[in-house]
């Protein structure tokens, strides 16, 4: 999902990106592995930070969430994305 965001960033833009669709049949495990490692971090970090003395800080967390809004911003594109057409 960020690849084509990647490469515009780095110039790499063109009608050769219509190949890309390649990765469309493993978008819905692509999804489902980065939603896993969001919440993975979120156990592993954000809340054991409440039980133990350290926490991490406001950047970390600002990070963190700012992925996690991505990432449902991207799951749910199929649905608002159309409205851009």
């Given at each position: 999902?960020?690849?084509p ?67 449902i ?12 057409y």
């Open positions: 999902c960020v690849l965001l990647l490469l515009v960033s780095v110039g790499a833009a063109g009608a050769w990106m219509v190949s890309l669709r390649v990765v469309r049949p493993y978008s819905t495990a692509l999804l489902l592995l980065s939603a896993s490692l969001v919440a993975y971090l979120w156990i592993c970090v954000i809340r054991r930070a409440a039980c133990s003395s350290g926490s991490p800080g406001p950047a970390f967390r600002a990070v963190f969430w700012s992925t996690a809004a991505l990432l911003l991207m799951i749910c594109s199929p649905i608002w994305a159309p409205w851009f």
